[in-house]
């Protein structure tokens, strides 16, 4: 779903400073325990359609019974979601699966208890000649986040489809930056992430460009892997503080976002607007961006299978990005 800009809509100014702030894709006390539940549980997540779900069920109180107050707060960055783990500010954030991997791996106290989307990475463009990864030969590539997530698993889809090195790319620092280089014609086709594909649409449409999805990068992987059209991306994390003081809150935790997720399915414009305040984002950005976005709240060991096929794909014979192996029994809550 799209959204056509009239007055009533966000400004240009709007859609870039939303998408901006989602380009990246943490700072609270842990929570403890008071009389009759938890004192406060506090989320943490990227300016993504994840969190859309975690900001909805906070403001509809999807979380009254467990404790005392809710808040979620969007992390701006990959840096800052790391430190905010590694210090411990942070105990409860949705984190792309293959970064929660590699702590693990490396022996950090992390488990993965969900995942929250099944993919929402797309091939943006004007250029009604590119369609799928091989017609992407020769042409001008606006890539962000090189060495994150992205364009790791974007990296693998050239080397199958054989033209590793054939784009012309042009290395974004954020999905916005990547969006903009599309918009001013620098670029042919941009990697870009939802909500900020989202943005290219609507901008597109203002500045008389017919900026669409050419490329379903999850269609795309379902058809390298021989597997579902699935890239299940990120998922909500939780720290072993959290674990060691309030394990048995995990269940009601992942049921109240299960219900969250279809609440936002069923009306993404009121889901919008409950997390457009918390993602500091405009409300119809995030509806139109909620269909692209693939969101679930799957138990993360029921995902097992469609992560081990991700993090063995992206990550080469080596495994590298996650310190050189699959996680084991341990890592799936």
């Known amino acids: 779903m799209t959204v056509p800009l009239h007055p009533t809509h966000p400004t ?13 894709a943490l700072a609270c006390p842990l929570p403890l325990r008071a009389q009759g ?7 943490y997540g990227p300016p993504a359609g994840p969190s859309i779900t975690l900001a909805h069920a906070v ?7 467990l404790a005392q ?6 992390w701006r960055s990959p840096d800052e979601l790391r430190a905010g783990l590694t210090s411990g500010s942070i105990q409860l954030s949705i984190v792309p699966v293959q970064a929660a991997a590699n702590l693990y791996n490396r022996g950090f106290p992390i488990r993965l208890a969900n995942v929250m989307t099944d993919g929402l990475l797309y091939i943006a463009s004007s250029d009604a000649e590119i369609g799928s990864i091989g017609d992407l030969k020769g042409r001008g590539l606006a890539v962000p986040f090189r060495g994150d997530t992205p364009e790791i698993l974007f990296a693998q889809l050239l080397a199958h489809h054989g033209i590793a090195g054939d784009p012309d790319i042009t290395y974004a620092a954020t999905p916005v930056e990547a969006m903009q280089l599309l918009l001013a014609g620098r670029v042919e086709a941009a990697l870009t992430t939802e909500p900020s594909t989202s943005a290219a649409v609507a901008m597109g449409r203002t500045a008389g460009k017919d900026i669409r999805r050419v490329v379903d990068l999850q269609t795309a992987w379902g ?7 699935v890239l299940p991306q990120a998922g909500l994390a939780v720290a072993g503080d959290f674990l060691t003081a309030h394990d048995d809150a995990v269940p009601a935790i992942l049921s109240a976002l299960d219900a969250a997720n279809a609440d936002v399915l069923a009306d993404p414009e009121a889901a919008a ?13 995030l509806a139109a961006s909620i269909t692209h976005s693939n969101l679930v709240a799957r138990p993360a060991s029921e995902a097992r299978g469609d992560i081990e096929r991700m993090l063995t794909a992206m990550t080469g014979p080596d495994m590298g990005a996650i310190n050189g192996k699959l996680p084991d029994d341990g890592f799936y809550l």
């Open 12 to 24: 240009r100014r709007a859609i870039l400073a939303g998408a901006a702030a989602s380009a990246a």
């Open 69 to 74: 107050a809710a808040s979620m707060t969007a």
């Open 223 to 229: 058809e390298m892997t021989g597997a579902a059209p």
């Open 59 to 65: 403001a509809t109180g999807r979380f009254d019974d």
């Open 273 to 285: 607007r409950h997390a457009s305040a918390a993602l500091d984002m405009p409300a119809p950005l």
């Open 37 to 43: 539940g938890i004192a406060a549980l506090d989320f």
